[in-house]
């Protein structure tokens, strides 16, 4: 047997690898400069490796390959805009976690220790995080390109163990930051095996690992379609769980309660982009031959999420909770994309997963901001007459708030229209009634807050708003405006992504 030597394109594959080259100088950061000079290290590292890697994407943005990495990742308009999504999303979310504020002084010492004490009053304030977060997106821009099963799972992991950690750095509420750390890392463990278990069936089906393969079979039935249900039911779990859909939903509330608030907006922003960009190419590309198998469950599995998340919302007194939960439900919105199965759809769940991702990351910036003397705020009843205190962090928040709910001239209205319009294309008009029942659910609880915020009499509880950093000042004008111009002139980018959203196979 011979060697066959790797040929890869590094020019296609280079936004990938300056992440982790940026991740692996942040490591030796972390170990050799000294503590004074060690955050604005890694702060200008990180915002530099994500702007050189954004600008190189941009830059091959017109270029297609199925062979990138010997057939393991391939490139095309998908694939660009879902990448420069993750990065704009991280960019922002970067400039939020560099509020070290938020993370623990020393994550190895125990929570109230003689040790973790020390380290505060010496400032040795660790900034592993960045390196993390660079590992992390480093994995979320390889998921939605690859194109065999074994890099899926290698991204998959990728993106996923820097989560695990970072969910357990909070310096503040340890015990329940850890304890979401555990949560997420036990059932992201169970998820993976699902998933293991999906590409073994998958490869038995097909005797390939590759998604070309197995698309191959399922166009020509070769295989034995028992083998093929199972190898799509274990996978589908393994990327539903990535995406917080119901029944696989249990992490969200706890882990993002739980987790430093700058990375649960990270994460609930950049993962869906990333797992839903795998979804999209794996039911549009290996499935689509398949649909009679699938579409049923998902959507069901799309009207339950719905459903749920908007209705358990309503019960949520605890704002981090409260957008735990409406995540869930916009999980079962993008999933009417994947349903549709056509070209409106790609183009919808695209522009949906940018908007939304956008919105995110800002409105859980807004929430590291209101505070008392030990720490964040998150209880909805401590919110009243926030718009009283700070008119402006109110009207950002409410903002952000209209645009999950779908309000026009917003980007969510121009989303939901977009993909319940592709949906009800494809028949799934159960999946549309059922979305638009939940988002008038959903908009109840919104307005409610904006109520709270602006319609009552603040209380003397010692909750005041801390005046943002430059940072994550910009982070929330720029999403608010994003956020206000895709809902009042979204032609630009709508064609853009029309244009370039073609995948190859």
Do not use: C
């Not at 030796?28 to 890694?42: G, P, Y």
């Not at 009679?292 to 339950?304: D, L, R």
């Not at 009417?336 to 183009?347: E, H, R, T, W, Y």
């Amino acid at each position: 047997m011979s060697f066959i030597s790797p040929t890869l394109d590094y020019t296609l594959l280079s936004p990938i690898l300056i992440l982790l080259g940026g991740a692996l100088i942040g490591v030796l950061v972390e170990a050799f400069i000294s503590k004074a000079l060690r955050s604005t290290t890694q702060l200008t590292l990180t915002i530099g490796t994500l702007v050189l890697s954004l600008a190189q994407l941009w830059k091959i943005r017109n270029e297609q390959s199925m062979s990138a990495a010997m057939g393991s990742v391939v490139i095309d308009g998908p694939a660009i805009l879902l990448q420069a999504s993750i990065l704009i999303i991280a960019i922002l979310s970067i400039l939020v976690i560099a509020d070290t504020d938020q993370f623990t002084a020393l994550a190895a010492a125990l929570p109230g220790s003689e040790e973790e004490r020390h380290s505060i009053r010496t400032g040795n304030q660790v900034t592993e995080v960045y390196p993390l977060t660079l590992f992390a997106i480093s994995g979320m821009m390889l998921f939605p390109v690859a194109t065999d099963l074994i890099t899926l799972f290698v991204a998959l992991e990728m993106l996923s163990l820097p989560l695990y950690l970072m969910a357990g750095l909070s310096r503040r509420r340890r015990l329940a930051s850890q304890e979401a750390a555990l949560k997420y890392f036990l059932l992201g463990s169970f998820s993976s095996a699902f998933f293991l278990f999906g590409m073994a069936y998958l490869y038995g089906y097909s005797a390939s690992v590759t998604l070309a393969g197995i698309r191959e079979s399922v166009v020509g039935g070769s295989g034995n379609d028992v083998l093929l249900l199972l190898g799509m039911a274990f996978l589908s779990i393994g990327l539903l769980f990535k995406v917080g859909a119901v029944p696989f939903h249990a992490w969200s509330p706890d882990v993002y309660q739980g987790a430093p608030t700058p990375i649960t907006g990270f994460m609930a922003a950049a993962t869906k982009v990333a797992a839903f960009g795998a979804m999209l190419r794996i039911y549009y590309t290996v499935f689509a031959n398949a649909e009679w198998s699938w579409s049923p469950v998902i959507s069901m599995i799309a009207i339950v999420t719905m459903l749920f998340g908007s209705f358990v919302a309503l019960a949520q007194r605890d704002v981090k909770r409260m957008l735990a939960y409406s995540s869930i439900a916009h999980a079962g919105f993008l999933l009417s994309g994947v349903i549709a199965l056509n070209k409106a759809g790609l183009d919808a769940s695209i522009f949906y997963l940018f908007a939304y991702g956008v919105a995110t990351v800002g409105a859980f910036a807004i929430v590291t901001l209101v505070r008392d003397s030990s720490g964040e705020v998150t209880d909805l009843n401590r919110w009243r007459g926030l718009g009283k205190r700070s008119p402006w962090v109110a009207s950002a928040f409410a903002g952000f708030l209209l645009a999950f709910a779908g309000i026009p001239l917003t980007s969510g209205f121009i989303g939901k229209f977009s993909i319940f319009s592709a949906a009800y294309e494809s028949g799934a008009k159960g999946v549309v009634f059922a979305g638009i029942l939940s988002s008038a659910v959903a908009a109840f609880f919104y307005i409610r807050v904006i109520v709270l915020m602006f319609f009552t009499d603040p209380i003397q509880d010692g909750t005041s708003i801390e005046i943002p950093s430059v940072l994550t000042r910009f982070s929330i004008i720029f999403s608010i405006l994003v956020t206000i111009a895709l809902g009042v002139f979204p032609a630009p980018l709508l064609s853009f992504i029309t244009t370039l959203a073609t995948f190859i196979r």
